[in-house]
Every structure is written in C-alpha cells, then in structure tokens.
C-alpha cells in the first residue's frame, strides 16, 4: 500500500471506531436521561467492528448479535435511521417494531440481528448454502459472542457449514463477558478458536483491541473462504468496557481488569499509534472527531422528532 | 450488598415472594438445587436468586454458561434421580431453547417409564415494560398443550411466593411464568407461615354478579382496575384469577360462569389458540345451558410484541379493552 492509501484506509478505521463509539454513548447518555429505552453498547470493542466489516465486500452478508451497532454502522447504515429504532420511531430501519437490540438492514445486505443468542449462528449456515448454490463468490460474515459459543447450535452450525463446504466467516468476538457471567467462570479454555480444528475448519484469534491487526486478519481470512469456499473462525479477543445492557453500575466487575482493558482502548491506541508513526496529523483526527459528532448530534435530533409508528402498524407485515 | 431476606408478616414484592419461596424450600429440602444463566454470583439478571448461593454454597446453586438446553437437560435428568431441580430462564422467551427437553422429556418421562421428573422451570414472561419481541412474550400455551407438564402463572407476591413452593413439591414438571411488569409493582404483606398455595385452585379475586372475567397474570391487575370503573356505571363484575393454566380449576370456573351467566376470557398472550379459547371450548361444553351470551375474549392480537411504546400500548390488553366488552355483553 502507497502512503496515500494508507493514510484513507487508516482514515477510515478511525472515522469508522469513533463514529460507533459516539453513537452508543448518546444512546447510552440519552437512557440515563430517561429519553431513551435500555440498550446494549459495545464500547471497546469498536475495532472489532470496523476491522472485520471494513474488509468485506458490499455484495458480502452479515448476520450479527444484539451487540450490533458497530457492525450496522461500520457497514454504513445511516445513524439517524439506526437511532430512530433505538428510540422505537416510524423512520427506524425496522419501523420501530424491532427495537434497539435488533436492527436489520436488508439493503445493506445485514439480514439478520439476532438477539436469541446464537440465532444467527444457525441461520448464517443456509445463508451461506444460498450464496453457494447461486453462484456467487460473495462471503458471508457471521457476528457472535462468546456466550453464543457455549449454545448447542454454535456446534450444530459450524460443523455444517463445514461439512458443506460454505463460505461463512464466523467472527467470535470474546469480549470476555456473557451479560454478567465472566467468561472464566462457563468455559475452562481461553480462546474459542482453536475448536475450529475439531470441524477441520481453520481458526486463528487476533487481537481484538488493534483495529489493524482485525482488519489484516480478516482479509487474510476472507482472500481464504473466497479461493477455497470453506467456513473460517476469527476469533477478536476484546473487552466490553461498559456494562452489559444500560444501566449497568458493573459492580460485578473486578475493576483491575477493566483499567488494564481500558487502558488499551482500541481508538485512544490506534490514535497513538497513528500519530507516531506520522501517518495523519492530529488536527486530521481532530476534524473527524468533530464530523462525527455533527452527524450524531443530527442523528439524535431526526430520530427524537420523528414519529412514533402509527397504531395500524401493529398488524402490518404478519404475513405477506 | 445483598439484600435481607424478606419475612413472613412483612410486606414484599412479587420479586420478594419468589426469593423468599427458593430460601424456604431450599432450606427445608437440601435436594432442592438451583441452575440457570447468573443466578449464583450475580444473583439472577432480575435478583430472584439473589443471596441463594452465599447461603447454600456452589453446589446447590449452579451458575451456567448460555445453554439453555443443557440447563433443562440437566435439570431433568437430576430430577431422575431423586433431586429438586429449580431451572431459571433469565426471559421465558428462551425457553424455547429447552423445549425438546420440555415436551419430549420431561413431559412424558412418567408416562413412559413410571420415573416422575419433579423439576421446575421459571422465569419472566410478558410485555409492558419496552423488552420488544424477544424479551415480551408470553410462551405459556406451548406447555399448556402438553400433557404431563404443569403450567403455572401467578398474578400476586403472597401466590408468587405460595405457588413456587407448591411447584417446587410438586412431583410432576412444572413451568412458572413469571410477569416482570409485575415483579416489583405487585406487593403485599406476605403470609405468616408457609403460605403455600395450591396448584389448581383458582382464586375469586372479586365477587361481582354480572359478569366473570377469566384471566391470570397481569390481567387479574388489569380487571381488578375495571372492576372499579365498571362498578361505578354500576356494572358488578367478578374477577377469578386462575392462577395455574394446566391443570384449570374447572370447578371454580364453572360454579362463577353459572352464577353470572356472561364470561370474558382476558389475557396478554395472543388470540388464536390462547387460553381463552380454551376456556371458550370448556364453557360450550360444560356451561352451555347457563350462559346469556357469548364468551368473549380480550387479548394481544395476532401479531408479534412490538418495540415502539405507541405499539406495544396497543399490543397490549388494557382496562380500556377490558371494559368495552364487558358493555357489550352486559348489553346482550
Ligand atoms: C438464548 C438466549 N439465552 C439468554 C439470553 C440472555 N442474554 C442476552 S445477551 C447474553 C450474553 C451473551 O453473551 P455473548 O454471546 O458473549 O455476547 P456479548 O453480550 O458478550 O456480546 C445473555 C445471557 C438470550 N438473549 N438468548
Ligand atoms: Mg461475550
């Protein structure tokens, strides 16, 4: 990569980091204001989101989890739109019907945003049989957590998918947390990938707070499922900072832990980072961060004045 | 910090109830053990487990990873072998996870091999409080359906509390649904003594001589609060609280149908095939000569429970439902 592509592509993981980062903490700041209903962030593991979605394809797929908002917006779904769901509006992307923990955005190719944990696990498997049987060479992106991959069908799926050869990549992000249950006390190994070998899959983890590192991992792993047509597991190995749903006073959490997570904050590194080695400038970053906050400011602003979902609405879309 | 643990003759919450019901019987029974998603150290994502693991210790309350059909699993095949297994899904709207176990296990274990399965399996059903559509539902005609299976669903603190106890002795499976809408508003002073209530036996939660209103959970809140409207146009209605849906309390059903001679069916799961079809189908056969009109029903319609506040509000049955037919079966 020449300079200048670099300095776009690091542009973009940043933007992209910040921009959820900005989002979920006005949905946060807006629940404790009491203007909006409770909802899951997934504050520290943005570079989780913008690695792997930022090395897809648009005609690629993405089923994901109710931690989502770093997937939908990293993919570039529209923050007014998203927010306006979170706030159970008529202009959400799913009508208000869905709510916060489950938006879907079809156009942009997010068909499903399961919050029976594990759900898309299950589906991610016929999904990936369509696009084989229709040709395409598109991938399929698969989001869950590390709680997802203590259910049966995160076994039943992956070794299906295996079995029949489906281009699915699974991305577990082991955010070491599975809502208030730390991840050591419901698994006795550390990492989820090394269980691809077991379905003859191949499984690598990254670190999950370096949004380079993601990304690098992820178009490695795609470049594979797109030559060999079979399921990869990328395991992102991050840490959810802030609670488990808002509110969360995180009492259950062993504050050592969390400083020593924080403290490698996934955007304050990769500013660091990117500074250091000279590849933007901090009034660059400065003028992103400032952008983003414009857009979030208008996101909150066109969701709080939309409407709410008239009531026919409630028997709309039962059925064809 | 955990809370005290609440007291006999001493107000509690429907939250209250239940914790106080898993002290009392875990004390009274060391094979009564308690598994599900945080329910040990954490004690339970709405605080019914709370303080159950630093007094029974580890290996009576058992924190699981996400696995709700090994929880079930698990509980069943414990039960097998003589314990008490308390298994809580955090929203009953995962039971579904555990439904094989359910309705292929649990439900027939007796039937086919003479072993009774004495497990319960509890957790918070319903809508009202913005949970949207998989953290609102109201799973409980699935089990209601299956023979073998009890189903239990308490409106009150005192039945919370009363209605587990009498689940967790019970020697057949039985599925508890909780309403969260109601786990910290629906408080009273809880019994004196061990206040166990009964699985199939209906409660009369007002006398009223017009018309019976059938229903459980948050709709014995909703008409109760009818009641009192209705009873200022002078319209008397009666409120029987069904409190377990398998077995019905026919006996209580029928002698309150007979007497007003008008039934609704209230409740906040959907139309078609909920219990008040049910119901419906129980009072064609067996109240048919004493009714003056049709058995109506009031429910959720058809429809999934919706996120947006302005669609939930219409989702779900109210007073003002409730009431509108009871003018239209009065005026029959
Ligand atoms: C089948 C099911 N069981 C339980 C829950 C309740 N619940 C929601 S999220 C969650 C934790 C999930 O952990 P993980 O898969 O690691 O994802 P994370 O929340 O950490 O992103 C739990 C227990 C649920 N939504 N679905
Ligand atoms: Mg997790």
């Given at each position: 990569m020449d300079m200048e592509s670099r300095r776009e592509s690091a542009r973009a993981l940043f933007q992209s980091m910040v921009l959820i980062r900005a989002f979920e903490e006005r949905a946060a700041a807006a629940q404790a204001e009491g203007k909006a209903p409770g909802t899951c962030t997934s504050v520290g593991q943005e570079a989780s989101a913008a690695g792997v979605v930022k090395a897809l394809s648009s005609n690629d797929l993405i089923l994901t989890n109710h931690r989502s908002a770093g997937h939908l917006l990293a993919r570039g779904a529209d923050p007014g739109r998203m927010m306006a769901e979170v706030l159970g509006k008529a202009t959400g992307y799913c009508k208000g019907k869905s709510g916060t923990l489950h938006i879907s955005v079809k156009e942009l190719g997010v068909i499903l945003t399961s919050t029976i944990v594990g759900g898309e696990l299950s589906l991610a498997t016929g999904v990936g049989l369509s696009v084989s049987m229709q040709g395409s060479d598109a991938v399929v992106a698969c989001f869950f957590g590390d709680g997802a991959a203590c259910e049966g069908i995160f076994h039943e799926s992956l070794n299906l998918a295996s079995l029949w050869n489906l281009p699915v990549l699974y991305v577990c992000e082991n955010n070491q947390w599975q809502a208030f249950v730390h991840r050591k006390e419901t698994m006795l190994a550390d990492h989820i990938s090394p269980r691809a070998a077991?379905?003859?899959?191949?499984?690598?983890?990254?670190?999950?707070?370096?949004?380079?590192?993601?990304?690098?991992?992820?178009?490695?792993?795609?470049?594979?499922?797109?030559?060999?047509?079979?399921?990869?597991?990328?395991?992102?190995?991050?840490?959810?900072?802030?609670?488990?749903?808002?509110?969360?006073?995180?009492?259950?959490?062993?504050?050592?832990?969390?400083?020593?997570?924080?403290?490698?904050?996934?955007?304050?590194?990769?500013?660091?980072?990117?500074?250091?080695?000279?590849?933007?400038?901090?009034?660059?970053?400065?003028?992103?961060?400032?952008?983003?906050?414009?857009?979030?400011?208008?996101?909150?602003?066109?969701?709080?004045?939309?409407?709410?979902?008239?009531?026919?609405?409630?028997?709309?879309?039962?059925?064809? | 910090?955990?809370?005290?643990?609440?007291?006999?003759?001493?107000?509690?919450?429907?939250?209250?109830?239940?914790?106080?019901?898993?002290?009392?019987?875990?004390?009274?029974?060391?094979?009564?053990?308690?598994?599900?998603?945080?329910?040990?150290?954490?004690?339970?994502?709405?605080?019914?487990?709370?303080?159950?693991?630093?007094?029974?210790?580890?290996?009576?309350?058992?924190?699981?990873?996400?696995?709700?059909?090994?929880?079930?699993?698990?509980?069943?095949?414990?039960?097998?072998?003589?314990?008490?297994?308390?298994?809580?899904?955090?929203?009953?709207?995962?039971?579904?996870?555990?439904?094989?176990?359910?309705?292929?296990?649990?439900?027939?274990?007796?039937?086919?091999?003479?072993?009774?399965?004495?497990?319960?399996?509890?957790?918070?059903?319903?809508?009202?409080?913005?949970?949207?559509?998989?953290?609102?539902?109201?799973?409980?005609?699935?089990?209601?359906?299956?023979?073998?299976?009890?189903?239990?669903?308490?409106?009150?603190?005192?039945?919370?509390?009363?209605?587990?106890?009498?689940?967790?002795r019970d020697d057949d499976p039985v599925i508890f649904f909780e309403h969260k809408f109601l786990y910290r508003r629906a408080k009273e002073v809880l019994p004196e003594g061990d206040g166990l209530v009964p699985i199939g036996k209906a409660a009369v939660r007002r006398e009223g001589t017009d018309v019976t209103v059938l229903t459980y959970g948050s709709g014995v809140w909703i008409a109760l609060s009818a009641a009192e409207r209705l009873a200022k146009e002078g319209i008397d209605i009666e409120v029987v609280d069904l409190r377990t849906l398998r077995p019905l309390d026919e006996e209580t059903i029928l002698a309150s149908v007979r007497r007003t001679s008008k039934c609704?069916?209230?409740?906040?799961?959907?139309?078609?095939?909920?219990?008040?079809?049910?119901?419906?189908?129980?009072?064609?056969e067996k109240a048919f000569e004493f009714l003056d009109g049709p058995v109506l029903r009031v429910t959720a319609p058809d429809t999934s429970v919706p996120f947006a506040p302005s669609l939930e509000e219409a989702f779900l049955p109210n007073a003002n439902t409730l009431i509108r037919a009871v003018r239209k079966l009065t005026a029959y």
């Amino acid at each position: 990569m020449d300079m200048e592509s670099r300095r776009e592509s690091a542009r973009a993981l940043f933007q992209s980091m910040v921009l959820i980062r900005a989002f979920e903490e006005r949905a946060a700041a807006a629940q404790a204001e009491g203007k909006a209903p409770g909802t899951c962030t997934s504050v520290g593991q943005e570079a989780s989101a913008a690695g792997v979605v930022k090395a897809l394809s648009s005609n690629d797929l993405i089923l994901t989890n109710h931690r989502s908002a770093g997937h939908l917006l990293a993919r570039g779904a529209d923050p007014g739109r998203m927010m306006a769901e979170v706030l159970g509006k008529a202009t959400g992307y799913c009508k208000g019907k869905s709510g916060t923990l489950h938006i879907s955005v079809k156009e942009l190719g997010v068909i499903l945003t399961s919050t029976i944990v594990g759900g898309e696990l299950s589906l991610a498997t016929g999904v990936g049989l369509s696009v084989s049987m229709q040709g395409s060479d598109a991938v399929v992106a698969c989001f869950f957590g590390d709680g997802a991959a203590c259910e049966g069908i995160f076994h039943e799926s992956l070794n299906l998918a295996s079995l029949w050869n489906l281009p699915v990549l699974y991305v577990c992000e082991n955010n070491q947390w599975q809502a208030f249950v730390h991840r050591k006390e419901t698994m006795l190994a550390d990492h989820i990938s090394p269980r691809a070998a077991s379905y003859g899959m191949d499984g690598v983890t990254v670190d999950g707070n370096d949004v380079e590192a993601v990304n690098e991992a992820a178009r490695v792993a795609i470049a594979k499922i797109r030559e060999t047509r079979k399921p990869f597991l990328l395991e992102t190995y991050t840490y959810r900072t802030r609670g488990h749903y808002e509110p969360d006073d995180q009492t259950y959490v062993d504050p050592e832990e969390l400083a020593s997570w924080k403290a490698r904050d996934p955007i304050a590194s990769y500013k660091k980072k990117l500074l250091a080695a000279g590849t933007v400038s901090e009034a660059d970053l400065a003028a992103i961060q400032r952008e983003v906050e414009t857009t979030i400011d208008g996101a909150f602003l066109f969701a709080s004045e939309s409407p709410y979902p008239a009531a026919e609405e409630l028997l709309t879309d039962v059925y064809a | 910090m955990i809370h005290p643990v609440p007291v006999p003759g001493h107000e509690g919450t429907y939250v209250d109830g239940l914790r106080l019901a898993l002290f009392e019987e875990m004390e009274r029974d060391p094979n009564v053990i308690v598994l599900g998603e945080d329910v040990g150290v954490y004690g339970g994502a709405f605080r019914v487990t709370e303080g159950l693991l630093t007094r029974f210790g580890p290996s009576r309350v058992l924190d699981t990873p996400l696995a709700e059909e090994a929880i079930v699993g698990a509980a069943v095949g414990a039960a097998i072998r003589g314990l008490r297994p308390v298994a809580e899904m955090q929203f009953m709207d995962f039971i579904s996870r555990g439904f094989d176990i359910l309705t292929n296990f649990a439900a027939r274990n007796r039937y086919r091999t003479g072993i009774g399965v004495p497990i319960v399996v509890r957790g918070p059903s319903g809508g009202g409080v913005h949970g949207g559509p998989f953290h609102s539902q109201n799973p409980e005609m699935y089990f209601v359906h299956t023979p073998g299976l009890k189903v239990v669903a308490p409106a009150t603190a005192a039945d919370a509390r009363g209605l587990l106890k009498a689940a967790i002795r019970d020697d057949d499976p039985v599925i508890f649904f909780e309403h969260k809408f109601l786990y910290r508003r629906a408080k009273e002073v809880l019994p004196e003594g061990d206040g166990l209530v009964p699985i199939g036996k209906a409660a009369v939660r007002r006398e009223g001589t017009d018309v019976t209103v059938l229903t459980y959970g948050s709709g014995v809140w909703i008409a109760l609060s009818a009641a009192e409207r209705l009873a200022k146009e002078g319209i008397d209605i009666e409120v029987v609280d069904l409190r377990t849906l398998r077995p019905l309390d026919e006996e209580t059903i029928l002698a309150s149908v007979r007497r007003t001679s008008k039934c609704i069916c209230l409740h906040e799961d959907t139309r078609t095939g909920g219990l008040g079809a049910e119901l419906s189908a129980l009072l064609a056969e067996k109240a048919f000569e004493f009714l003056d009109g049709p058995v109506l029903r009031v429910t959720a319609p058809d429809t999934s429970v919706p996120f947006a506040p302005s669609l939930e509000e219409a989702f779900l049955p109210n007073a003002n439902t409730l009431i509108r037919a009871v003018r239209k079966l009065t005026a029959y």
